[in-house]
Protein backbone atom coordinates (compact mmCIF):
# COMPACT_ATOMS: atom_id res chain seq x y z
CA UNK A 1 0.00 0.00 0.00
CA UNK A 2 0.88 3.66 -1.05
CA UNK A 3 1.20 6.35 1.51
CA UNK A 4 -1.22 8.09 0.28
CA UNK A 5 -3.66 5.35 -0.76
CA UNK A 6 -6.21 3.72 2.11
CA UNK A 7 -7.26 0.27 0.75
CA UNK A 8 -10.65 -1.01 1.08
CA UNK A 9 -11.19 -4.75 1.08
CA UNK A 10 -14.23 -5.94 3.52
CA UNK A 11 -17.09 -6.92 1.01
CA UNK A 12 -19.06 -4.24 3.10
CA UNK A 13 -16.83 -1.23 2.15
CA UNK A 14 -16.65 -2.28 -1.40
CA UNK A 15 -20.56 -3.13 -1.24
CA UNK A 16 -21.10 0.31 -0.25
CA UNK A 17 -19.75 1.32 -3.52
CA UNK A 18 -21.83 -0.54 -5.78
CA UNK A 19 -24.41 1.86 -6.19
CA UNK A 20 -23.54 4.11 -9.16
CA UNK A 21 -25.31 6.88 -6.93
CA UNK A 22 -22.72 6.21 -3.99
CA UNK A 23 -19.35 5.96 -6.55
CA UNK A 24 -20.69 9.33 -7.72
CA UNK A 25 -20.61 10.73 -4.68
CA UNK A 26 -17.39 9.62 -3.23
CA UNK A 27 -16.09 10.75 -6.95
CA UNK A 28 -17.49 14.43 -6.41
CA UNK A 29 -16.29 14.70 -2.75
CA UNK A 30 -12.70 13.90 -4.23
CA UNK A 31 -12.58 15.85 -6.76
CA UNK A 32 -13.89 18.97 -4.65
CA UNK A 33 -10.68 18.04 -2.53
CA UNK A 34 -12.21 15.30 -0.06
CA UNK A 35 -14.92 17.56 2.08
CA UNK A 36 -17.81 19.55 1.12
CA UNK A 37 -21.37 20.19 2.51
CA UNK A 38 -24.06 18.40 1.57
CA UNK A 39 -25.27 21.28 -0.69
CA UNK A 40 -22.30 21.16 -2.56
CA UNK A 41 -22.37 17.35 -3.51
CA UNK A 42 -26.15 18.33 -4.64
CA UNK A 43 -25.26 21.43 -6.54
CA UNK A 44 -22.43 19.15 -8.56
CA UNK A 45 -24.60 16.20 -8.53
CA UNK A 46 -27.62 18.12 -9.79
CA UNK A 47 -29.98 16.13 -6.90
CA UNK A 48 -31.88 17.31 -4.43
CA UNK A 49 -29.70 17.22 -1.01
CA UNK A 50 -32.79 15.17 0.45
CA UNK A 51 -32.24 12.35 -1.76
CA UNK A 52 -28.42 12.07 -1.14
CA UNK A 53 -28.92 11.36 3.40
CA UNK A 54 -29.70 7.94 2.56
CA UNK A 55 -26.51 7.02 0.45
CA UNK A 56 -24.19 9.42 2.65
CA UNK A 57 -25.49 7.25 5.77
CA UNK A 58 -24.46 3.75 3.79
CA UNK A 59 -20.95 5.17 2.95
CA UNK A 60 -20.13 6.54 6.41
CA UNK A 61 -21.44 2.85 8.38
CA UNK A 62 -19.05 1.33 6.06
CA UNK A 63 -16.30 3.75 6.95
CA UNK A 64 -15.80 4.86 3.38
CA UNK A 65 -16.84 8.29 4.38
CA UNK A 66 -17.31 10.51 7.56
CA UNK A 67 -19.89 12.89 8.81
CA UNK A 68 -18.59 16.36 9.96
CA UNK A 69 -19.84 18.77 12.21
CA UNK A 70 -22.22 21.17 10.62
CA UNK A 71 -20.14 24.55 10.70
CA UNK A 72 -22.93 26.83 9.79
CA UNK A 73 -22.74 25.68 6.10
CA UNK A 74 -25.20 22.06 6.53
CA UNK A 75 -23.70 18.48 6.77
CA UNK A 76 -20.42 18.28 5.85
CA UNK A 77 -18.77 14.92 4.52
CA UNK A 78 -15.23 13.78 3.69
CA UNK A 79 -13.95 10.73 2.57
CA UNK A 80 -12.45 8.52 5.51
CA UNK A 81 -9.55 8.49 3.92
CA UNK A 82 -8.52 11.81 4.93
CA UNK A 83 -6.35 13.21 1.80
CA UNK A 84 -5.62 9.77 0.32
CA UNK A 85 -6.70 8.42 -2.49
CA UNK A 86 -9.31 5.69 -1.90
CA UNK A 87 -8.59 2.28 -3.53
CA UNK A 88 -10.15 -1.24 -3.71
CA UNK A 89 -8.41 -4.25 -2.94
CA UNK A 90 -8.93 -6.64 -5.30
CA UNK A 91 -8.83 -10.63 -4.02
CA UNK A 92 -9.75 -12.74 -7.32
CA UNK A 93 -11.44 -15.57 -6.99
CA UNK A 94 -14.71 -17.26 -5.57
CA UNK A 95 -14.37 -14.40 -2.60
CA UNK A 96 -17.49 -12.18 -0.99
CA UNK A 97 -14.62 -9.37 -2.04
CA UNK A 98 -14.52 -10.19 -5.78
CA UNK A 99 -18.51 -10.54 -5.90
CA UNK A 100 -18.30 -7.13 -4.43
CA UNK A 101 -15.53 -5.59 -6.74
CA UNK A 102 -17.44 -7.11 -9.94
CA UNK A 103 -20.40 -4.96 -9.18
CA UNK A 104 -18.91 -1.82 -8.50
CA UNK A 105 -17.22 -1.98 -11.74
CA UNK A 106 -20.69 -2.75 -12.96
CA UNK A 107 -21.78 0.11 -11.61
CA UNK A 108 -18.71 2.17 -13.01
CA UNK A 109 -19.37 0.64 -16.52
CA UNK A 110 -22.96 2.02 -16.15
CA UNK A 111 -21.99 5.75 -15.24
CA UNK A 112 -19.40 5.53 -18.34
CA UNK A 113 -22.02 4.81 -20.55
CA UNK A 114 -24.47 7.21 -19.11
CA UNK A 115 -21.77 10.44 -19.43
CA UNK A 116 -20.78 9.20 -23.21
CA UNK A 117 -24.42 9.47 -24.13
CA UNK A 118 -25.30 12.69 -22.27
CA UNK A 119 -21.79 14.13 -23.68
CA UNK A 120 -21.74 13.17 -26.83
CA UNK A 121 -25.71 14.86 -27.23
CA UNK A 122 -24.52 17.87 -25.88
CA UNK A 123 -23.01 20.44 -28.96
CA UNK A 124 -20.09 21.96 -28.05
CA UNK A 125 -19.00 18.58 -26.89
CA UNK A 126 -14.80 18.37 -27.75
CA UNK A 127 -14.39 15.15 -29.64
CA UNK A 128 -10.86 15.17 -31.20
CA UNK A 129 -7.27 17.25 -31.43
CA UNK A 130 -5.31 17.23 -28.24
CA UNK A 131 -8.31 18.96 -26.15
CA UNK A 132 -11.30 16.44 -26.91
CA UNK A 133 -13.19 15.94 -23.94
CA UNK A 134 -15.16 13.15 -25.70
CA UNK A 135 -13.35 9.31 -26.52
CA UNK A 136 -14.09 5.64 -26.23
CA UNK A 137 -11.72 3.52 -27.44
CA UNK A 138 -11.46 -0.15 -27.14
CA UNK A 139 -8.03 -2.12 -27.80
CA UNK A 140 -6.57 -5.38 -27.16
CA UNK A 141 -2.98 -6.67 -27.69
CA UNK A 142 -0.13 -8.67 -26.23
CA UNK A 143 2.14 -7.22 -23.46
CA UNK A 144 5.21 -8.38 -21.50
CA UNK A 145 5.94 -7.27 -17.94
CA UNK A 146 7.46 -4.05 -19.40
CA UNK A 147 4.29 -2.87 -21.26
CA UNK A 148 2.33 -3.97 -18.40
CA UNK A 149 4.31 -1.96 -15.82
CA UNK A 150 4.46 0.85 -18.44
CA UNK A 151 0.55 0.66 -18.77
CA UNK A 152 0.10 0.84 -15.03
CA UNK A 153 2.66 3.64 -14.66
CA UNK A 154 0.37 5.78 -16.56
CA UNK A 155 -3.20 4.55 -15.18
CA UNK A 156 -1.51 6.10 -11.81
CA UNK A 157 -0.07 9.11 -13.06
CA UNK A 158 -3.66 9.46 -15.11
CA UNK A 159 -5.45 9.01 -11.50
CA UNK A 160 -2.71 11.64 -10.17
CA UNK A 161 -3.66 14.54 -12.84
CA UNK A 162 -7.74 13.71 -12.58
CA UNK A 163 -7.40 14.00 -8.59
CA UNK A 164 -5.94 17.48 -7.97
CA UNK A 165 -9.30 19.13 -7.59
CA UNK A 166 -10.57 21.90 -9.63
CA UNK A 167 -8.33 25.73 -9.77
CA UNK A 168 -8.19 28.60 -11.81
CA UNK A 169 -6.23 26.79 -15.05
CA UNK A 170 -8.32 23.40 -14.09
CA UNK A 171 -12.07 24.57 -14.81
CA UNK A 172 -12.98 20.90 -16.80
CA UNK A 173 -14.62 18.37 -14.90
CA UNK A 174 -14.19 15.16 -16.60
CA UNK A 175 -14.75 11.40 -15.59
CA UNK A 176 -12.75 8.57 -17.05
CA UNK A 177 -13.07 5.15 -16.95
CA UNK A 178 -11.05 2.28 -17.64
CA UNK A 179 -11.09 -1.47 -17.11
CA UNK A 180 -7.79 -3.97 -18.02
CA UNK A 181 -8.22 -7.62 -17.96
CA UNK A 182 -6.65 -10.66 -19.18
CA UNK A 183 -8.50 -12.35 -22.09
CA UNK A 184 -7.89 -15.79 -23.10
CA UNK A 185 -5.96 -16.54 -25.82
CA UNK A 186 -7.65 -18.94 -28.46
CA UNK A 187 -5.41 -20.89 -30.56
CA UNK A 188 -6.19 -20.16 -34.40
CA UNK A 189 -8.33 -22.36 -35.72
CA UNK A 190 -7.50 -25.24 -38.39
CA UNK A 191 -8.92 -24.29 -41.94
Given at each position: MKRNERILSRPTQVGALASPVRQ????TLEALGGEAPVAALAAQLGRPSD????HL????????????????DGRRYRTA?????????????????ARAVERVAAGML???????ATAIRREGTVAEGSTRTLWASRTKGWVGRDELEAINALLER??????RGPSPTRKQLLSVTWVIAPVEARPARRG
Open positions: EIVDGLYYRRLVRAGVLEELADNGARGRRLRLKYLPGATPNRIARRDFLIELMQ
